[in-house]
């Protein structure tokens, strides 16, 4: 018989157990993780991209996407005058991810 207050054999409610599976298979790949814990999610723009808000303080989150190996060399995209990363062409950023550049666009 088993105490009710046995801490060896309490079992997360089966909620959290999914929660916390959810949470892990929100990484492309483990590589990912380096990153830190955000909930990446498959890119509302790109069939290529993942996409997190990411929290970069003062209430201010950065929507940012990536794509590619994160263990080749990044490549940081910067779109300029104005324009924000929606105005990336989705076939110019895979042929970068295509010649093995991890891309990063915010």
Request: glycine residues 8%; aromatic residues 10%.
């Amino acid at each position: 018989m088993t105490k009710s207050n046995d801490i060896n054999s309490a079992k997360l409610p089966e909620t959290l157990d999914n929660n916390l599976e959810d949470h892990l298979n929100n990484y492309p790949t483990p590589e990912w993780r380096k990153f830190g814990e955000h909930q990446w999610r498959d890119s509302d723009l790109s069939k290529h991209l993942r996409q997190a808000m990411i929290d970069i303080g003062d209430g201010i989150e950065l929507c940012v996407e990536a794509g590619g190996n994160p263990n080749n060399p990044p490549l940081l995209m910067i779109m300029g005058l104005g324009s924000q990363m929606i105005f990336w062409p989705d076939n110019f950023i895979k042929r970068f991810i295509d010649a093995g550049f991890f891309c990063d666009s915010f």
